[in-house]
């Protein structure tokens, strides 16, 4: 368990709890954003081994994590220009020094296990610990935060690679009802409507029912009918929705290889 508390902090702090002006003053090199970055990371690791392990081997260990994370985030900032490739390639890179680090790093160190606090919980919500399922549920959900919100950044930079060599090719693909509208506005949109998208997708295809991709597809179809219009367009939220339905069958296959490994 604590091996996926300790990834669940990473991806809560990384993606869910990262907010715009905050990856904004990272990418401008501000040591403000990095500490806010770190001190988020700190708090949300520190609060959730704690009900596992003792809390002063928690303290050491986080701090060591929070600090190799923030070196890690600086030295990608540093290295980020405007090539999209680059980019994209940073941000893969980034992941997975990070999800090595954490692996490597807690089966080096010694934890002193104390589960005074999740006992605590336990016996005031009245309910019988069952660490097998336990272990499932956060397992399904470090993997669906991922999807959802890592997705959401990984497919945009995908994106980016496939027309890097259209300057401001959003400008050509959106249709006049978007011009009108705030761009950063409908942006947020598109990325909460993925977001949701891929949710569900991972929920539904876990329990079987194939039946509702075409229903998603509808859905999305109906309401850019008009904007399907334009072949640029019809192309490009192809790709986007190919691409997020992909990331999402990869998902649902590594939870349910995870779920069924002789370790839970």
Same mark, same amino acid.
Request: hydrophobic share 55%; net charge positive; glycine share 4%.
């Given at each position: ?134 272990? @499932?549920? &956060? $397992?399904?959900?470090?993997? +669906?935060?991922?999807?959802? %919100?890592?997705?959401?950044?990984? #497919?945009?930079? *995908? ?60 859905? @999305?179809? &109906? $309401?850019?009918?008009?904007? +399907?219009?334009?072949?640029? %367009?019809?192309?490009?939220?192809? #790709?986007?929705? *190919? ?22």
């Amino acid at each position: 368990m604590g091996i996926i508390l300790i990834l669940l902090s990473h991806v809560l702090a990384d993606f869910v709890f990262q907010w715009d002006n905050l990856v904004e003053l990272k990418s401008s090199k501000s040591l403000r954003g990095f500490l806010y970055h770190g001190l988020i990371l700190f708090t949300i690791q520190l609060f959730l081994l704690s009900t596992i392990y003792n809390i002063s081997s928690v303290i050491y260990y986080t701090t060591v994590i929070v600090f190799i994370h923030i070196l890690i985030d600086y030295l990608k900032e540093s290295f980020r220009t405007n090539n999209p490739i680059t980019n994209l390639f940073l941000f893969i890179s980034d992941q997975t020094l990070h999800i090595l680090i954490i692996l490597v790093a807690f089966y080096k160190f010694t934890f002193v296990e104390s589960n005074y606090l999740i006992n605590i919980m336990i016996s005031q919500l009245n309910i019988e610990l069952n660490i097998v399922f336990i272990n @499932k549920l &956060l $397992t399904g959900i470090v993997i +669906l935060l991922y999807l959802s %919100f890592g997705g959401a950044i990984f #497919i945009r930079l *995908f994106i980016d690679v496939i027309y890097r060599k259209v300057p401001n090719y959003m400008s050509i693909i959106a249709t006049d009802d978007l011009k009108q509208n705030d761009p950063i506005k409908e942006v947020k949109v598109g990325k909460f409507v993925g977001i949701l998208e891929r949710i569900i997708l991972f929920i539904l295809l876990i329990k079987g029912d194939f039946s509702v991709v075409g229903f998603i597809i509808a859905a @999305k179809s &109906l $309401t850019r009918f008009k904007q +399907l219009e334009n072949k640029n %367009f019809a192309e490009y939220y192809l #790709i986007g929705t *190919f691409m997020s339905f992909l990331l999402t069958l990869i998902a649902v296959l590594l939870f349910q290889y995870l779920a069924t490994t002789p370790t839970y």
